[in-house]
């Protein structure tokens, strides 16, 4: 695992800290085995997906990329609660049916020292488009549907991310 800095943070934004959950629920971590990517995330939060990584040996392995092992994307840089900025990370989870989760459900699980449910703190819509739309939710929930189904298209990588190359393009089209 590199801890250096996720290339894909967007920026230095306050977060709200004002994100609470009623109902937590507690998931046995002995039946959870994760393989965890991450998106825009400080080196405090790295640091701290690596701790609770730390804690659950067993359950928890860490990735810099998403591929058919990642089962959750962390992500942070929200600047509205459970709301994220769209980067290739993401659309590649989306694409694979992942959960795609707020930071604060490392926070929630590292405070109770517990692999907790991860449906409360699921990403529900994206900072572009500013509004909750569950696409991230109802692509996990919906595996059997890809992405692109029964679908043709021509894919040109011109002025987009920097980063974004064909070969990441590959990813999508499961």
Known sequence: LSTSFDN???SDA????????NNVMICPSSEKHIVMAYSC???EQLTEIQRLASLFPN???LSNCVN???THLIVGN????LLCPLTIKVFQ???????VLTYRWIIECLKQNLIIDEVSF?????IPFGEYHDGMRNSRLSKHINLFQNCQFFILCDGCQEKMVSENNETFVL
């Open 41 to 43: 995330l400080k080196i």
């Open 93 to 99: 989870a989306i694409a694979r049916h992942l959960f």
């Open 68 to 70: 058919e092992y990642t």
């Open 14 to 21: 306050n977060h709200d800290d004002t994100f609470t959950s």
């Open 122 to 126: 699921e990403i529900r819509g994206d």
């Open 78 to 81: 929200e600047e509205k609660p």
């Open 8 to 10: 894909e943070y967007a």
């Open 59 to 61: 359950q928890i392995k």
